[in-house]
C-alpha cells in the first residue's frame, strides 16, 4: 500500500518559516516526482512546488525565492522549505507523487496538513 505522509503544517506569523515533509512508503521512491500543492476552501487544488526524480525543481511565481523544494531518496522523504510567509499562503498542503511507466500514470495523494500564516 502506498502512503505518502505530510507533516509539519501549524500556525506561524507573517514573515516567519515552517518546514514541511512527505515521507513515502509502499513505491520505488527514486521514480517519482514529488509535488506540494495546497488548497484553501472554495478554490483550486494549486501546485506549490515540485521536483522530479532527477532533481529539478519548479516553482509557482507566488512562492519564488520564498519555498525550497528538496528530496532525500534514502529517507523517502521531500521536503519543503517556507520562509517568508505570508497570510496568503495559508492553505492545507497536500504532497503528491506522481511517475509514468510505460502506458501508465502513477498518481498518490497524502492527507493535508494545514499551514495557517496570521497577519
Known amino acids: 500500500e502506498v502512503q505518502l505522509q505530510a507533516s509539519g503544517g501549524g500556525l506561524v506569523q507573517a514573515g516567519g518559516s515552517l518546514r514541511l515533509s512527505c515521507v513515502a512508503s509502499?513505491?520505488?521512491?527514486?521514480?517519482?516526482?514529488i509535488g506540494w500543492f495546497r488548497q484553501v476552501p472554495g478554490k483550486a487544488r494549486e501546485a506549490v512546488a515540485c521536483?522530479?526524480?532527477?532533481?529539478?525543481?519548479y516553482y509557482d511565481d507566488s512562492v519564488k525565492g520564498r519555498f525550497t523544494i528538496s528530496r532525500d531518496n534514502a529517507k523517502n522523504t521531500v521536503a519543503l522549505q517556507m520562509n517568508s510567509l505570508k497570510p496568503e499562503d495559508t492553505a492545507v498542503y497536500y504532497c503528491n507523487a506522481r511517475a509514468k511507466m510505460s502506458v501508465w500514470t502513477y498518481d498518490y495523494w497524502g492527507q493535508g496538513t494545514l499551514v495557517t500564516v496570521s497577519s
Open positions: 509502499g513505491l520505488s521512491f527514486d521514480d517519482y516526482a
Open positions: 521536483i522530479d526524480k532527477e532533481g529539478s525543481t
